[in-house]
Nanobody, 134 residues
Framework: QVQLVESGGGSVQAGGSLRLSCTVS????????TGWFRQAPGEEREGVAG????????YYIDSVKGRFTISQDSAKNTVYLEMNSLEPEDTAMYYC???????????????????????????WGQGTQVTVSS
């Protein structure tokens, strides 16, 4: 069983920064990849950034490249999303998700956007709201 807890959301003005944290608790499994996803009201879920646990390969959607950075601290079992130069278009509920199936992770890389928008990811956090005002 895998449990994820996100934190770090909030409200900022355009140009500001936030850092999201996702603490991953695994009782009897190892995660192969973790992703940050977001969904705004009336919009489809999209993958924002992803990282493989082993090796640390990272992936980003074009709209956040150069502004967001995903990283992990294995000792703390935590994955971070550093968000800089935030824009009103970044406003959404942000979720982290982790996967214990390497096949799902690898298939996701070949899918649409980052980790195929989280399709088939098994474990999800409760979400944290990010609001950026202009």
């Amino acid at each position: 069983q895998v449990q994820l807890v996100e934190s770090g959301g909030g409200s900022v003005q355009a140009g500001g920064s936030l850092r999201l944290s996702c603490t991953v608790s695994t009782a009897d499994a190892s995660t192969y990849c973790t992703g940050w996803f977001r969904q705004a009201p009336g919009e489809e879920r999209e993958g924002v950034a992803g990282i493989f646990t082993a090796g640390g390969s990272t992936y980003y959607i074009d709209s956040v490249k150069g502004r967001f950075t995903i990283s992990q601290d294995s000792a703390k079992n935590t994955v971070y999303l550093e968000m800089n130069s935030l824009e009103p278009e970044d406003t959404a509920m942000y979720y982290c998700a982790a996967e214990t199936s390497l096949r799902v992770c690898l298939t996701g890389v070949l899918g649409v956007g980052v980790f195929n928008r989280g399709a088939h990811f098994t474990y999800w956090g409760q979400g944290t709201q990010v609001t950026v005002s202009s």
